[in-house]
Structure formats: C-alpha cells, structure tokens
C-alpha cells in the first residue's frame, strides 16, 4: 500500500494563500485550500469596481481556476469556524473537520469600525468583493433616485463622505470625484454637481501619514483639482443612513458613507492561543513559520513579518501577503522533499497609490519618491504583476486603457437580483 502523503492546509484564497498553492504545485504533497468564498479578492482594485472603472471579473477570480492545472490541489468554499494547534485540525461550519501536517493561516485581517455607532449598519466598508459592489449599486440608485425627485438633492442624496486619510481613503474619494465630474455630469446633466460633495474626512492632522511631506502635498493638491474637499483632525463620531456627525460637534448631510478607515485581524488569530503583536497579528519567525508550531506559516495580513534588512514589520501589503505565500509554498515543498528551509527576504516594490486619472504617488523603503504619470505607470506595473492570471491582466489593461482615452466607466450597471 503507497505510503500517505502529508497533508499542506491553506487557509485563506487571499495574494497569501494564492501564493502558497502555487509554489506546491510539484510537492509530495496533497494541498487543500479553503476559502469562504469561490473566488480570490484582488483588494487594491476593489475601489476601480465601487466607482466603474473595472468590470466584476477584473477584480474577482475563481479559485479553482488559479489551481486546476495542480493536481496535487483541491479547493473548497468553507468558512474556518476553529484552528486548533495542538490537536492539529481545523473545524468549518459547512463540512467535516481537517488534520493537517502543514498549515498556512492566510485568513487577513477585515474592517474595524472602532465602535463608532452607526457604522456596521450604514456605512459601506471596502474590504471584501460584496462590498464594493454594493457601494456601486448604492452610488447609481442615489443619482438615479436624485433625477426623478430633486427634492433629496438637498438632503444630501448626492454628497458622499469617504473616512480615512491612508491609501483606501484616497484612492476611493479621488476615483468617485472622476466619476462624478467626469461621467455623472454627462449621464445626468439636470442634477446640480455642487450638490454632489466628496468630502474626505481623516482624524490626523495629515492625508497619507506613511508618505513623505512632498507627497502628501502633492496629494492635497491632485484631490483639490478633482474638487475633493478635504477635513483632516475630524472624528467620524456617529453614522445614519442620511448623516454623518462628526466628534467636533459638525453634522454632513451625506446619504453615503465609505468606510476606508482601519483594519482588525481576523477574529481567529485570537483563538489560537499565540501571543499577539500589534494589530492582532501573529508573529513569525525568519522562515515565516509560528517559532513554537514549526508546522503552522501564518501569512500576509494575519502576520507580523520583521524585514530582515529595516527590522521593521513589514506593512499590510498584496505584495507582502503574495511574496510570503510563495515563500511558505517553496519552504514546505522543500521540508517535505527533506530541504533546509530559507529565511525569508522581502523584495519591496514600493508603497503606492493612485489619485486619479494621471496622478499617483510612490515611495520605496530605500526613500525615492515619484509622482504623476510616471508613478501611476509604476502603480500600474505592480499591480498588474500582483493579478492572478494573464487573462486578468488584459482585461485590466483594456478597462484602464478604455477609460484613461474615453474617460468612460464599464461598470455603471445596476443588475441586482428580481
Ligand atoms: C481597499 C483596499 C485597497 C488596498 N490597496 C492596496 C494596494 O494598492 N496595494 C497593495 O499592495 N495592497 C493593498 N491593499 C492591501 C492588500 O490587499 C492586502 O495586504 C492583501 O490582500 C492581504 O492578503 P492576504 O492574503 O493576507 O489576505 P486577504 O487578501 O484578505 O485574503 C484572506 C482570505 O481569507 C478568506 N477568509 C477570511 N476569513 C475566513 C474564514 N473564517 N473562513 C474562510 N475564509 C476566510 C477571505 O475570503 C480572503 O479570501 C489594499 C487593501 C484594501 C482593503
């Protein structure tokens, strides 16, 4: 009778569970990968889908797609109800429990609303693929609600308030301001644009703190010019489906609030009985491995990774989570194969945003800045490297591409279900 192979768990469909499968595709292994939804998340796109620019499929990708040449791989849609390290299984509330020899915890981190009332039930969160499109769904009935009775014009039916000054925040407020200006006021020329505010509102005394002086300048200036209106030192202190109170004591007549202001681990990292660092995230050691469960690789937005060169930990990125799921994929697949593991070594591709059409910014650990053009060419080659598939990348190309020229927008339609 063959020998049993061992088993490699993956939990999580995310850059860092993606990564890990992959690089087990020629393992002696069986590899298992589970996610709560069929479909991998491409995050850093998911504002380009909330205001038009991409297509669903653009941002969304079928798992089993990424992993169906791999015959080693099987996926499931499951949600992980409970790890537990010390029995070695994993439990899931819509099939039976998992053991392992290898786990990788890929499962990131999701939307804090830092208790501010209101906000689980009002505000629209970015995080998640559901998310985005129903602040795009959302977006549309308003305008079209507005065009057939401009009576809620000024209640604010228009106004949009985005919270959180980081990447998210901004990129967001800035994509939505272009589609206003640029597609709204062609799609409806009777509703009035000074009744449309994009308002960004951030608790700091600064947009983009991570970013170098320069670049927050230039922030301030590039969302200016798509007439954001920025109000930083400003507390979102209660949210309703109308308006938004701020702790200052002001209230924004808004029907929309998008919520791009902070992040929690996810729920589980807690119940692992690890020691936690900040921001709930589980350290690792050099290989990317738990220093007391060498079986487990937590990954990605779930981990504090320490870089090797800054020793600084490394920040919530796609090309972190992708670049430690690949190393994790390669360290089991030569552990099972009776290989020394390696430490890990982050390439840093740069911290990056976009504002708009032609306006971007970047900034590498080493500390070159870009802006403008040349940055969102940067922006764009990172990102199209991090998409899943060549399929992905065309489509991506052609949508930024249709829109940079026409400045249209593909994805202004509601479908809904009847
Ligand atoms: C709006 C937004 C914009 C961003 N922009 C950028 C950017 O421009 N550039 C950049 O580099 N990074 C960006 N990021 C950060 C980047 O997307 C994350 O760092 C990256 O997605 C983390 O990858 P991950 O695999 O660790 O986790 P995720 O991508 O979050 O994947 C986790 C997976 O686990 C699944 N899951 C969670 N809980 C369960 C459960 N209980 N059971 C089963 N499955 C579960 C989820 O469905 C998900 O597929 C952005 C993030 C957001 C939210």
Redesign the pocket.
Known sequence: MAATRPRVLI???????VGAAQKLEHADADVVL????DY??F??L??QLASGLLETTAVGHSLRDLVERQENTTVHQ????AVDLHAREVSFDSMAPMSYDYLVF?????VNFFGTEGAAEHAFP???LPHAIRLRDHLLERWEAADKDRSIVEDGALNIVVVGGG??GV?TAGAVAELYRGVFAKDYPGLPQEHARVILVEAGPELFSMFKPKLREYTSKALADRTVEVMTGELVSSVSPTRVKLKSGKELEAHTLVW?AG?QG?P?VQTLGLELERGNRIGVGPDLAVPERPEVYV????AAIVDEKTKQVLP??????LQS?EHAGETIARRIAGKEAKPFKYKD?GT??TIGRGAAVVQMLAGRTMTGKKAQVAWGA??LA?LPTNEDRAKAVVDWAGSTFTHQRVGRITVGTE
């Open positions: 939990l999580g469909g995310g850059f860092a569970g589970v996610d709560r939804h991998h998340t995050q850093p998911l504002y499951a949600t992980v109800t890929g499962l990131g981190a999701q970015m995080y998640t990447p998210t990129e791009g992040l996810n589980l990954l990605g937005d779930a919530q990125l796609g090309s972190v989570a799921g591709k990056m945003a990172v990102h991090l």
